[in-house]
């Protein structure tokens, strides 16, 4: 259930890291092959223009996929994201070594996700995402605080990006 602003704002301002899943969330979720087998993203430039400004304005940003592919490196790397993870069934063990090794706590972290391996991380977290264009399990969870108004792959990281940064304009 979205929150009002104001109580987004005030989640928002304790946020210090935004974890964000891949497919669904950074891309539409659809999955395109060459004819070779290999693999091809497209991703949102304004969802990367909002993760550079986070990172400049001393927010971190990290990855946790599910799937494992260079695209998503080359890009993260393009964007200066350096906690990457890919090939990941259980997100919360890692979300849980990211978040201890920046020494930071549950309600600093935001998390962006679509899909049932995202459950857990998102009951975990201050600040619980998703897109409108996620599984039903994930849209009817409790802890979701915003549902962006674009789909995955469509700016919906750019909002997120955009909620973060208003508050170091705004609170």
């Avoid at 991703?43 to 400049?56: E, I, K, P, R, Y």
């Avoid at 946790?64 to 259980?90: F, N, P």
């Amino acid at each position: 259930m979205n929150q009002t602003s104001s109580q987004l704002l005030k989640i928002a301002q304790e946020i210090k890291l935004l974890v964000l899943d891949v497919d669904g969330v950074l891309t539409t979720g659809d999955l395109w092959f060459t004819a070779q087998g290999e693999e091809m993203k497209v991703f949102n430039a304004q969802d990367g223009l909002g993760m550079n400004a986070l990172l400049h304005n001393g927010i971190e940003v990290a990855i946790i996929s599910g799937r494992k592919t260079q695209i998503v490196s080359k890009r993260m790397e393009e964007l200066g994201v350096k906690y990457v993870y890919q090939g990941i069934v259980d997100k919360l063990p890692i979300l849980s070594e990211l978040v201890n090794q920046l020494n930071l706590s549950y309600a600093q972290v935001a998390y962006v996700g679509d899909d049932v391996p995202d459950i857990a991380p998102l009951k975990a977290v201050g600040l619980a995402v998703t897109v409108p264009n996620a599984t039903h399990k994930v849209l009817n969870l409790p802890c979701i605080k915003l549902i962006t108004k674009s789909c995955g792959g469509k700016g919906a990281v750019r909002e997120v990006c955009d909620l973060l940064l208003e508050r170091t304009f705004y609170v």
